[in-house]
């Protein structure tokens, strides 16, 4: 039987993997891993979220401008190559089963949502925002197909705290897919910041696609702002 951690060390060492911010959590020793049964399925879904509640609790005084963390969930089923439509369902499936038992104790980060329409969503676990990254062996972008269905759960508060670093270290993100993936991932450079939720899957979204994602928070009384994630001019 395969090691899915060993797995996912190797997977972030590869060319075609292009996050630079996961080969320096690596390289710090700063990824935290889970792995479980079913991506989507309610058991592993409960156990997932009892892992990522100790990691959400902690993580808030660990972060700065030169942190780079990660928490990194695999599945051992469903084996084999998912379409992304599919791998799409799961993924939100499984975090709306997340969200269902966090949304009745915990609520908002702040500055931001649990709306997935909005500029400002994130997933949240006891209170703090994630970017979620999707992986699977069908995905169509090479640095997102990873051997067995894979979701990493990045701090929103990080990203902040990097300020003007956010900026260069996509900058060098989308250089490297480019260069060894042939383009950039069209979902971020068709919607950026628009809506954050298009990009958890990582496969390009519909115009008229809609987020299946219920959220069970208070709307957010922080309205977002465009200079919230602006580039530095000049």
Same mark, same amino acid.
């Given at each position: 039987?395969?090691?899915?951690?060993?797995?996912?060390?190797?997977?972030?060492?590869?060319? +075609?993997?292009?996050?630079?911010?996961?080969?320096?959590?690596?390289?710090?020793?700063?990824?935290?891993?889970?792995?479980?049964?079913?991506?989507?399925?309610?058991?592993?879904?409960?156990?997932?979220?009892?892992?990522?509640?100790?990691?959400?609790?902690?993580?808030?005084?660990?972060? @700065?401008?030169?942190?780079?963390?990660?928490?990194?969930?695999?599945?051992?089923?469903?084996?084999?190559?998912?379409?992304?439509?599919?791998?799409?369902?799961?993924?939100?499936?499984?975090?709306?089963?997340?969200?269902?038992?966090?949304?009745?104790?915990?609520?908002?980060? +702040?500055?931001?949502?649990?709306?997935?329409? +909005?500029?400002?969503?994130?997933?949240?676990?006891?209170?703090?925002?994630?970017?979620?990254?999707?992986?699977?062996?069908?995905?169509?972008?090479?640095?997102?197909?990873?051997?067995?269905?894979?979701?990493?759960?990045?701090?929103?508060?990080?990203?902040?705290?990097?300020?003007?670093?956010?900026?260069?270290?996509?900058?060098?993100?989308?250089?490297?897919?480019?260069?060894?993936?042939? @383009?950039?991932?069209? @979902?971020?450079?068709?919607?950026?910041?628009?809506?954050?939720?298009?990009?958890?899957?990582?496969?390009?979204?519909?115009?008229?696609?809609?987020?299946?994602?219920?959220?069970?928070?208070?709307? @957010?009384?922080?309205?977002?702002?465009?200079?919230?994630?602006?580039?530095?001019?000049?």
């Amino acid at each position: 039987m395969s090691d899915p951690k060993a797995e996912l060390e190797e997977f972030i060492q590869t060319t +075609e993997f292009s996050c630079l911010g996961a080969r320096a959590a690596l390289k710090k020793g700063s990824i935290v891993h889970g792995h479980y049964p079913a991506l989507g399925d309610p058991e592993s879904a409960r156990a997932h979220y009892r892992d990522m509640l100790g990691y959400a609790r902690d993580i808030r005084p660990t972060l @700065s401008d030169k942190s780079f963390r990660t928490f990194v969930s695999t599945f051992e089923e469903p084996g084999g190559i998912l379409d992304e439509e599919e791998h799409e369902r799961l993924l939100w499936r499984h975090l709306q089963l997340m969200h269902d038992i966090d949304s009745r104790t915990y609520g908002l980060d +702040e500055g931001a949502t649990s709306d997935p329409d +909005e500029p400002n969503f994130g997933f949240h676990v006891a209170g703090h925002s994630f970017f979620v990254v999707g992986m699977h062996p069908g995905a169509s972008r090479a640095s997102r197909r990873f051997p067995r269905p894979a979701i990493a759960f990045n701090s929103l508060m990080q990203f902040m705290l990097l300020g003007d670093k956010f900026f260069s270290m996509q900058d060098a993100i989308r250089k490297r897919e480019t260069t060894n993936n042939g @383009s950039v991932n069209p @979902s971020f450079t068709t919607y950026e910041y628009q809506m954050p939720s298009r990009h958890f899957a990582g496969r390009m979204t519909e115009d008229d696609w809609k987020c299946p994602f219920t959220s069970r928070h208070e709307a @957010s009384s922080v309205k977002y702002t465009s200079d919230v994630m602006q580039r530095p001019t000049g």
